[in-house]
């Protein structure tokens, strides 16, 4: 079994459509949570951290709950631009230890 | 502010060939780390480096792989003899002292096929 587990999808939505996303890992030492976005053929990018009691940057929304070991992501008003593949990582030995999960692709339709 | 520089951006080589990559990461930044990315899953760490010091290699195969950090700065991982499943792209990343090790800020991406 993976640390870090997600969806492989594709996720298939059309623009203004409402997603979420789910993040499943093991180990119940991991300290700390968060979203990468990956477009084709780039590099990962952060896309944001993933506090205790949930939080928000525009469209997007990060919940955490440690007792059932997973975050989420949701993305409201799907646009054109938010297809990419949605990247889980969690860090945990203070630090010393980052996982990435494999991923998750969202296509948003015209 | 520059961002984390790689190179070469593409390399082609035949199996039992070697290969070296090279790694600036973001000024100031004391963690670097090499990522290995196979098409369709996520970056698997190989080896993260805090100053010049390695933290972890415990995925790096260490009987063909090898990786430095001179003077705490800049990086090259090197590949000796490649195998065709090393065919990848290297991922560098940096992330500072003063952020959470979880941001980190990757660079384009080294991506090589081996014949």
């Known amino acids: 079994r993976k640390e870090v587990e997600q969806d492989p999808g594709p996720f298939n939505v059309p623009e203004g459509a409402t997603v979420a996303f789910n993040c499943t890992y093991s180990n119940s030492a991991s300290q700390s949570f968060f979203w990468y976005r990956q477009d084709c053929r780039k590099e990962p990018k952060l896309l944001m951290s993933v506090y205790s009691s949930g939080n928000e940057d525009g469209r997007f929304t990060a919940q955490l709950n440690r007792a059932s070991q997973y975050i989420s992501l949701l993305i409201r008003d799907s646009k054109l631009s938010d297809s990419a593949t949605y990247l889980c990582v969690v860090n945990r030995n203070g630090g010393f230890k980052t996982i990435f999960g494999a991923g998750t692709r969202l296509f948003v339709k015209a | 502010e520059a961002g984390v520089a790689q190179s070469p951006r593409y390399k082609i080589i035949e199996k039992r060939q070697s290969v070296a990559f090279w790694c600036n990461p973001i000024s100031g930044h004391a963690t670097l780390y090499w990522y290995q990315q196979i098409l369709g899953q996520g970056p698997k760490l190989l080896i993260q480096f805090q100053n010049n010091g390695v933290v972890d290699d415990s995925q790096l195969p260490k009987d063909r792989f090898s990786a430095e950090r001179l003077k705490g700065v800049d990086s090259t991982l090197k590949i000796q003899p490649a195998k065709l499943e090393d065919s990848a792209v290297y991922l560098c990343?940096?992330?500072?002292?003063?952020?959470?090790?979880?941001?980190?800020?990757f660079g384009p991406g080294t991506r090589l096929t081996v014949t």
């Open positions: 990343a940096s992330s500072s002292r003063e952020g959470s090790p979880g941001e980190q800020y």
